[in-house]
Every structure is written in C-alpha cells, then in structure tokens.
C-alpha cells in the first residue's frame, strides 16, 4: 500500500481491496472516527467503547508497513519516475488493470446493475481525468486549505484515485507543496485539521455503503480504478500524463511490464486467498471451532 500511494495516480485503496482487507481498514478507521467523536461530545464512555473496536492488531503493523515503504522507496521510485518513466507506468497499468478483474470477482453474483455502475462510474472519471489540473490557486484561504485536506484524504482510501490527483484537479498541489516546503505550520495544521474531519465522516459514509450496499458499492470502486488507467497510460511522455497518445517504439518492454504488473497482483490475491482458507481451517480445528 505504501508502494502504491508513493505513484501518482496509484491508490494504496487498490491493494488493500486486492488484499481482502479493504472493509477491514475502513472499519477500524471509522470506529477510531467514531472515538473521536465522542472526545468532541465529552462521551468518554462512548470514546473508549469504539477505541476498543479498533482492529489494533491489524491497523498498527498495517500503518508501519506503509511508513517504512514510504522511507525506504521514495527514493527508488523518484530515480525509476526520471530514468524509465514508461516502463514504470506499464507496470502500474498493470498493476491496476489486474486489480479491477480481482475485484470484480469480489461481487457476489454480479447483475447487469453492476455493470451500469462500473461502466458510468469508469467513464465519468476518465473523462474528468482528461480535463486535466485546474488553474494553481493564488493565495487560497484557510477554507480552501481546509477542504483540499478533507477531499485529498478521502480519495486517499477509495481504490484508483489519489489524494495528489484531486489536489491537482483543485488546484491546490502548488499551494500546499509550497506550505511543506516553507514549513507553514499554520496552514499544514489546517490542511491537517481538514484530513482528519474529512477521514472521520467519509469513512462512516463509505463504511455504511459497504455493508448495506456492498455489490453496487463494490462496482462503484471497481469503475473507479478502471477510470484511474488514464493516468498510467504510459505515451506520449510516461510521466503520468492525461494525454492519450500512440505507442512509443519502447511497447515491447513497455508489454512486458504491464503484464509483470498484472501477474503480481494475481499472485498477491492468490496469497491472500491462502492466507484466509489456512486462517479459517485453523478456526474450525480449533476447540472453539469444535
């Protein structure tokens, strides 16, 4: 997951769908959401029944994993991004385009509802994809950095869409890479303060779709990492553009990385498939499961 949110265009939502732990993360932020919650109604009872909730055993090795790819890859990818921009945008496409036929099979007896879904919802974000960043916004307000954060973190946990696509789509990448770089604490604090607000109310809403609304919420992620492949065509230039061009003369190692990318998001699922049927078959042997 880590690996994946450090490419632009890359969701670590993805792999974490692929994984088979998707519902599980979004559970286990929405109950820490929900504790805090109750510190802003002075519910302390309340606060530390949903901490208890929390999946910690999950969420915390989960969290590191993330970190420690995030520290010990930036630099990789940064010099991969420069020295062979399509290869690496192939192999994410494929990486991607796996991930949407794995979770498609994700949905429980799929009907041609389904489909509308992921065909509209593809569609609709490939187009506004192609419409490409807005205008850098001069001298955006506290508002607007506020609600950049909320909007960013929240296309930080759906499959196929990042957090630094919708800043840039807003406008507001420039402004907020120009507040780290300056060390504006202020306004980091703000975008910070908006993450977290716009964390703890999405992830109750995407929480509540998946469990009453799990196939077509399901076909609504599927459509969106389908709709995501536009900024991972790897021409004209490779560097993640929303340009659509021809194929460059590098296609055939191009191919190949796609399809390296593809196989090992099969190979991931493949595991995480194993992971469960062994976890399942130790339960039922157990003498609880007995």
């Not at 799990?214 to 004209?236: E, F, I, N, Y």
Request: hydrophobic share 55%.
């Amino acid at each position: 997951m880590g690996t994946a949110d450090l490419v632009p265009g890359v969701s670590g939502g993805t792999i974490a769908l692929v994984l088979g732990i998707y519902e599980r993360l979004v559970g286990s932020i929405r109950e820490g959401s929900s504790a805090l919650g109750g510190v802003v109604k002075f519910d302390l009872e309340g606060f530390r029944t949903h901490l208890k909730r929390v999946e910690w055993g999950f969420l915390l090795p989960l969290l590191g994993g993330i970190l420690l790819a995030v520290v010990l890859l930036a630099s990789f990818l940064e010099d991969q991004l420069e020295e062979r921009p399509t290869v690496l945008a192939g192999f994410f496409l494929g990486l991607v385009v796996g991930s949407v036929v794995i979770a498609w099979k994700l949905i429980d007896n799929p009907t041609a509802q389904h489909k509308v879904i992921v065909v509209v919802v593809a569609l609709s974000l490939f187009v506004l994809l192609g419409l490409g960043e807005a205008k850098t916004a001069s001298d955006p307000s506290y508002l607007a950095f506020f609600g950049a954060g909320a909007l960013a973190i929240c296309a930080m946990i759906l499959p196929g869409i990042s957090g630094s696509l919708i800043l840039l789509l807003l406008g507001m990448y420039a402004p907020i890479l120009s507040a780290v770089s300056d060390r504006d604490l202020t306004t980091i604090a703000v975008v910070g303060l908006g993450a977290v607000v716009g964390l703890a109310l999405f992830s109750q809403v995407l929480n509540w779709a998946l469990k009453n609304h799990h196939g077509p919420m399901l076909a609504g992620l599927v459509g969106l990492m389908a709709g995501s492949t536009r900024v991972l065509w790897p021409w004209p230039d490779g560097v993640f553009s929303a340009d659509l061009g021809a194929p460059g003369d590098d296609w055939p190692v191009v191919g190949v990385a796609t399809l390296l990318g593809a196989g090992l998001v099969y190979l991931i699922s493949r595991m995480a498939a194993g992971a469960d049927s062994a976890t399942s078959e130790q339960q039922l042997s157990s003498p609880a499961g007995q």
